[in-house]
């Protein structure tokens, strides 16, 4: 291995054998050691042997009704219109699970058997082994019951007990050892300074490790130091059948894993064709395997999933999980860069009987891609990316009922659509709202398109003054469409606490740094047509080029000191804690085809929109006015 610093781009597949090569090198054992466990405690353990029955089950004939057991022969002749009488020499009583009396080979069930002074009445015959589960029907002593190699679930360990296991000898669970590094790392519940970062990372690895079905742990932070990183590492690998670096896997000035990986041991792969997650590290030191992952949560939730995973499985002589995959519709433009595996989180749902992938921001430290990803969507190395409609293949995180129980809503981003999100689901667990913030004309082309349930609208008509309707006539001319009023609402100029640069209005944005909003989103065409009216030349707006998906990104970066302004909610200045200088109240409605107003999948929705309780969540965000809330337009 060179000492370049410098990452490179190996695909996925020739990393992961060049890691498992490295490790057999390096004496890394192919297998963690068996151990012998009670069934009891043997869920989701692998089976270091098969597993044999000893015993047959049931162990003898019994019967598999209440009611009589009876000699079938004896109740030859016996019909409806010709009861046979059969005296108390004749048959035996019985409940489920006894035991066949000697002499007897049927069971006559106790709803079809009338008693008569001590005589069992029966009004049909019944063939042998009626009603009977003969010995070793379920299992039979000496059959292979289960692999080597299977990871037990709870209806293996009921089917182990019956064949006669009480022990059973199994893998034990791999232990993973997580080391933080950083400088401006800080553990989970401290208060956090400018430059300081929350340890979550950790956190999140040693979840998913368990999850595996692992031990794991994490160690203490360790700083930006070779040598403190280095003893950390040797001492984890002692006791780890796995460690994971965390950060510290690029090409920066403080970025060691690898220099440290290959110093102490065999350093395999730096730098893998995949995003994101590219520098990943892989390697061995003292026998035991060794992964660096980016410092990104996305990158190393999938560095994960990708390299950490499979080996996992390996070390306890099981297969890989394979998550099931579905067809689905992509809602928007996906690009991609050419040369690397692009893994993109996607949002799902169903429309039309078509799910529909809807692509989460796609930064590698946007956490909560992790939180909201219904799927995982690969575009290949040689792949530009895909187009708004195409069909491509997505990686489940979420089961299809569950997915086929959302209602997709994309465009205009308001805070107001997450009320309704978190209302729907407190009333109904399995109902989910997932919004896409695209911007309204986004929006509306989605929903022309088909590939949403309903488009978040505000958007402003230059030539009318109208909000949204007119847009409806040039975007789908004949559709029978439905637009419902989900709230007016307050937009202003959001700007730091008490306004210290005096800031009145859009004709003082030529002095002022400013953050704008996507094309296509109804707030930047709003400052468009107010830009024109008031004259400005929006080359003149500093930042006007700069664009945030979401009135709380613009919040956050006014918050920040990146900017002085920028055009938003009030709701969102409020999360921030910014001041707020008002230039129009607008309306912001839902538009849907007709038909879907009789969806029963929608319907949860549009008797939230009268609820009071709902009026008064929004009231609470500040800046809204819910007078029209749930007035049908058209």
């Not at 049931?58 to 009589?68: Q, T």
């Not at 002499?103 to 008569?116: I, S, T």
């Not at 488009?455 to 030539?463: D, N």
């Not at 107003?597 to 800046?623: N, R």
Request: with cysteine; aromatic share 4%; net charge negative.
């Amino acid at each position: 291995m060179h000492s370049s610093p410098f990452i490179s781009d190996v695909p996925v597949a020739d990393a992961l054998q060049a890691w498992y090569d490295a490790c057999a090198a390096a004496g890394c054992p192919d297998r963690v050691a068996a151990d012998l466990v009670p069934v009891s405690d043997a869920a989701g353990r692998v089976t270091a042997e098969p597993v044999w029955a000893t015993r047959s089950s049931p162990v003898s004939d019994v019967a598999a009704m209440d009611g009589i057991a009876v000699l079938a022969q004896d109740t030859h002749g016996a019909g409806p219109t010709s009861p046979l009488l059969l005296g108390p020499a004749s048959y035996v009583v019985v409940d489920t699970g006894d035991p066949m009396p000697d002499g007897c080979d049927a069971v006559v069930m106790r709803e079809q058997v009338h008693y008569v002074e001590g005589e069992a009445e029966i009004r049909s015959a019944v063939p042998p082994y009626q009603h009977v589960r003969s010995i070793g029907e379920d299992i039979s002593a000496g059959e292979l019951l289960l692999p080597e190699g299977h990871r037990l679930r709870p209806v293996d360990l009921a089917a182990a007990a019956a064949a006669g296991a009480t022990r059973l000898l199994v893998r034990r669970r791999p232990r993973v050892a997580v080391i933080p590094t950083g400088d401006e790392i800080v553990p989970v519940g401290s208060p956090v300074r400018r430059g300081e970062i929350l340890d979550t990372n950790s956190l999140m690895l040693v979840a998913q490790a368990q999850e595996a079905g692992c031990e794991a742990w994490a160690t203490e932070i360790q700083p930006d130091d070779v040598d403190r990183i280095g003893t950390a590492l040797r001492a984890a690998a002692e006791s780890a059948d796995l460690v994971i670096v965390i950060a510290g896997s690029s090409a920066g000035r403080d970025d060691y894993t690898a220099r440290i990986v290959r110093e102490l041991g065999t350093l395999a792969v730096h730098g893998v064709a995949v995003r994101p997650g590219h520098p990943v590290v892989l390697g061995a030191v003292d026998a035991t395997p060794v992964v660096g992952v980016p410092g990104y949560p996305v990158s190393a939730a999938l560095t994960f999933d990708i390299f950490v995973a499979p080996l996992l499985a390996a070390l306890e002589g099981a297969a890989a999980a394979q998550r099931p995959e579905v067809t689905a519709k992509l809602a928007r433009k996906l690009p991609s860069v050419v040369g690397m595996d692009d893994w993109v989180r996607v949002r799902l749902g169903s429309v039309g009987g078509q799910v529909v992938a809807s692509p989460l921001p796609r930064g590698a430290g946007v956490l909560t891609s992790l939180v909201r990803a219904d799927g995982l969507l690969l575009v290949p190395a040689g792949v530009e990316g895909h187009h708004a409609g195409e069909e491509v293949g997505v990686r489940l995180l979420r089961r299809l009922p569950e997915i086929e129980r959302t209602i997709v809503a994309i465009g205009s981003h308001d805070l107001v659509v997450d009320v309704a999100a978190t209302m729907l689901r407190g009333a109904d667990p399995t109902l989910t709202l997932a919004s896409s913030n695209v911007g309204s004309l986004g929006g509306l082309v989605a929903l022309r398109d088909g590939l949403c349930h309903l488009a978040g609208s505000h958007l402003l008509h230059p030539a009318t003054g109208e909000y949204t309707l007119p847009y409806l006539d040039e975007l789908m001319p004949g559709r029978e469409l439905a637009v419902i009023r989900l709230v007016h609402r307050d937009q202003g100029l959001i700007v730091a606490p008490g306004n210290p640069l005096g800031i009145t209005g859009l004709a003082d944005l030529p002095e002022h740094s400013y953050v704008n909003r996507q094309r296509g989103a109804g707030t930047r065409m709003l400052l468009d047509q107010e830009l024109r009216r008031l004259e400005i030349d929006p080359a003149a707006v500093r930042g006007y080029a700069r664009e945030e998906p979401t009135h709380l990104a613009v919040a956050a970066a006014v918050a920040a000191g990146r900017a002085d302004c920028g055009l938003g909610i009030l709701a969102a200045a409020r999360a921030f804690g910014l001041d707020f200088v008002p230039v129009a109240e607008e309306p912001y409605d839902l538009v849907v085809e007709a038909s879907s107003l009789d969806d029963p999948l929608l319907a949860p929705l549009w008797e939230l929109l009268q609820s009071a309780d709902f009026h008064g969540a929004i009231a609470k965000l500040g800046g809204y006015n819910t007078t029209e809330t749930g007035r049908r337009l058209r």
